[in-house]
């Protein structure tokens, strides 16, 4: 069974600009969490989808922000970008919504502001 | 607030010995825990996990123990080889919150 895929692996964006990240989940995984990890903050939560609805959100503001398809697929858009918003940015797919469901992760975009 | 903690930030351990990682937590909340192991430039790899209904959870080379009391886990690894050099992270979940709460991270290094 193919693992989670996520696209671009890496990306150097500006500034000002915004990006949107891809996340395929396992086949049958129906929830998808967004992770970013940073040296000095380590890995930090962004938000969960399960069956397109959003059902919790990491302390980020309001410029992360994403959506899940009715493939399970997720995108997560980051808005003007700043300099702070470098970094890995990991997508985890689970079978069900249940918290005891082992998140399987991807290999991650890394994401370079200039 | 960091409610996950490993105190350890390196780890070198001797080919065929054991390695321990530790793990503390203060979030009373959290009743199932996790370890992952990652490389550089990928995403971290599940190794193994325990509810707090258990105190201990064998996988082969990977055994983790869970102390309520103390809000303390470990990971066992027997014996050690050349490949498990990585950065370990334990990681927390709370019912129904749908997230997990990482550790800071352990980088294990195996020596021939």
């Known amino acids: 069974k193919a693992g989670v895929t996520q696209t671009p692996r890496y990306l150097i964006k500006t500034r000002g600009q915004q990006v949107t990240l891809s996340c395929s989940p396992i086949?049958?995984?129906?929830?998808v969490s967004w992770y970013q990890q940073t040296p000095g903050q380590g890995l930090q939560f962004l938000f969960e989808?399960?069956?397109?609805?959003?059902?919790n959100k990491g302390n980020f503001p309001g410029r992360f922000s994403g959506r899940q398809f009715s493939n399970s697929r997720s995108e997560m858009n980051v808005s003007t970008l700043e300099l702070g918003d470098s970094a890995l940015y990991l997508c985890?797919?689970?079978?069900?919504?249940?918290?005891?469901?082992?998140?399987?992760f991807g290999p991650g975009t890394r994401l370079t502001v200039l | 607030d960091q409610q996950v903690k490993q105190n350890s930030p390196s780890l070198s351990v001797q080919e065929g010995r054991i390695s321990i990682l530790n793990c503390d937590y203060t979030?009373?909340?959290?009743?199932?825990f996790l370890w992952y192991k990652k490389y550089p430039a990928e995403g971290p790899t599940f190794l193994i996990s325990?509810?707090?209904?258990?105190d201990k959870n064998e996988d082969g080379r990977f055994t983790v123990f869970l102390n309520k009391s103390a809000k303390h886990l470990s990971l066992h690894i027997v014996p050690s080889q050349p490949g498990d050099s990585a950065v370990y992270f334990c990681?927390?979940?709370?019912?129904?919150?749908?997230?997990?709460?990482f550790g800071q991270g352990t980088r294990l290094t195996i020596n021939p």
């Open positions: 985890a797919s689970r079978r069900t919504g249940f918290d005891t469901d082992t998140q399987y």
């Open positions: 086949s049958g995984h129906r929830s």
């Open positions: 989808y399960f069956s397109e609805t959003q059902r």
């Open positions: 979030n009373s909340m959290f009743d199932y």
């Open positions: 325990i509810s707090s209904i258990k």
């Open positions: 990681a927390a979940s709370e019912k129904g919150a749908q997230k997990l709460v």
